[in-house]
C-alpha cells in the first residue's frame, strides 16, 4: 500500500509541480518518510536478531559465558517486538 502511495506522489511530483498541489506532495512525502522509518525499525530488528543468535551460538558452545548467552537472548527479546511490526504489513 505504501508502494501504491510513493509511486502516485512521485507521479504527482513530476507532472504537477506548482503549488496548487502542495498538500499532496506534503502528505505523500510524510507517507515515504513513515515508510522509511519503519524499515529502518524491521532491519534493526533483525539486526538485533542475526546478533542475539550469534552471540548465543558462540558463547553456548563452550558455556563458559552466561552473560553472553543472557544477552543474546534479550536481543532476541528485542527484534521480538519488530516481528509485529514486519506482520502488520504482510497481513494487512
Do not use: P
Not at 52 to 75: P, Q, S, Y
Not at 82 to 88: D, R
Amino acid at each position: 500500500m505504501y508502494f501504491i502511495k510513493i509511486a502516485i506522489t512521485l507521479l504527482v511530483i513530476v507532472l504537477f509541480h506548482d503549488n496548487a498541489h502542495a498538500d499532496v506532495i506534503t502528505d505523500g512525502l510524510g507517507e515515504l518518510e513513515k515508510f522509511l522509518k519503519d524499515v529502518g525499525k524491521i532491519l534493526a530488528g533483525i539486526a538485533l536478531l542475526i546478533l542475539g543468535a550469534k552471540t548465543i551460538w558462540g558463547d553456548a558452545e563452550f558455556m563458559r559465558n552466561i552473560r553472553g548467552v543472557l544477552t543474546g537472548i534479550m536481543l532476541i527479546a528485542a527484534s521480538g517486538s519488530i516481528a509485529s511490526l514486519i506482520f502488520s504489513y504482510f497481513g494487512g
